[in-house]
């Protein structure tokens, strides 16, 4: 269509799925989600420890390698933003929405591996655990994808959605 999109790179749930794999922390996530399921912990205790334990364990080599690859690849000296995406967001049923993180004006690929993690801790939030529970989602099979996007400094911003939330005919629009 012609329209502008900054440059972007996707660390998709193959990332966030060697992450957990390699550093074996599902085991410990899938206790503590069982302890909360159970009422025996609540959501902010799962949320701060499940966000913990993934901010303060270390990326695997190649991981790390290819978090400054991106880094380098979106950033051309500037800033990025690190957005996150769940993989069962944003479908027909469902639309996560601002439930899991963003941050934005990143400025190494340093702090992009840190907000990676606390996006991916993000799907653990007390949010997010909220809305997995009220629409009766799995807590157990998560899995998050991470963007890095390049910052820009607008004029101004908006939003399009290609179904009208208030009429959903197919074909309204809403330019917000």
């Not at 950033?75 to 995406?85: E, F, L, T, Y």
């Not at 944003?90 to 190494?108: E, I, R, T």
Request: glycine share 6%; hydrophobic share 45%.
């Amino acid at each position: 269509a012609g329209i502008a999109v900054p440059d972007w790179v996707i660390l998709g749930k193959s990332v966030y799925a060697e992450f957990m794999q390699k550093s074996a922390i599902q085991t410990e996530i899938n206790q503590w989600v069982e302890a909360f399921q159970s009422g025996a912990l609540p959501a902010r205790k799962l949320s701060d420890g499940i966000e913990r334990l993934v901010v303060e364990t270390p990326l695997p080599a190649d991981i790390a390698r290819l978090v400054t690859d991106a880094y380098a690849r979106v950033c051309a000296g500037g800033m990025i933003s690190v957005r996150s995406s769940a993989l069962d967001e944003d479908g027909s049923a469902h639309s996560f929405a601002g439930q899991l993180s963003s941050y934005l004006y990143v400025s190494s690929a340093a702090d992009a591996a840190r907000f990676m993690k606390l996006c991916w801790a993000s799907a653990y939030s007390d949010r997010s655990i909220a809305y997995r529970v009220q629409n009766r989602l799995s807590l157990s099979d998560i899995s998050v994808a991470v963007i890095f996007q390049k910052m820009l400094e607008p004029d101004v911003s908006g939003v399009m959605f290609t179904c009208d939330p208030a009429n959903p005919a197919e074909d309204n629009y809403v330019i917000s």
